[in-house]
């Protein structure tokens, strides 16, 4: 199993910025993509950004300009940088990722515990 433990959310000023870290451990072999969704209270949960073992990137409309998503492979880590962060950003954000098979199909998938981002007004 892969286990995703999240880190660096918090309190913070619109216009200000955070950055997540997500370390995988575990059976983190052929780990295709690692991403952050969040989930804010009355909302679907909805991908912010993800990233490809490749490095291809993935953003939401409501993030892009905004959001970095970065990896350091050596560290099994994920990061998203957040700046300019708006009161609408309020959410848990949820690390992700999952393993395919080596025709590219999508088998194993997991998920952090979760981590709270407060953007004040």
């Known amino acids: 199993q892969v286990q995703l433990v999240e880190s660096g959310g918090g309190l913070v000023q619109a216009g200000g910025s955070l950055r997540l870290s997500c370390a995988a451990s575990?059976?983190?072999?052929?780990?295709?993509?690692m991403g952050w969704y969040r989930q804010a209270p009355g909302k679907q949960r909805e991908l912010a950004a993800d990233?490809?073992?490749?490095?291809?990137?993935n953003y939401a409309d409501s993030v892009k300009g905004r959001f970095t998503i970065s990896r350091d492979i050596a560290k099994n880590t994920v990061y998203l940088q957040m700046n300019s962060l708006k009161p609408e950003d309020t959410a848990v954000y949820y690390c992700?990722?999952?393993?395919?098979?080596?025709?590219?199909?999508?088998?194993?998938?997991?998920w952090g515990q979760g981590t709270q981002v407060t953007v004040s007004s």
């Open positions: 992700n990722a999952y393993k395919t098979t080596l025709w590219g199909s999508k088998s194993n998938e997991y």
């Open positions: 990233i490809t073992s490749g490095g291809s990137t």
């Open positions: 575990g059976n983190i072999l052929r780990i295709h993509m």
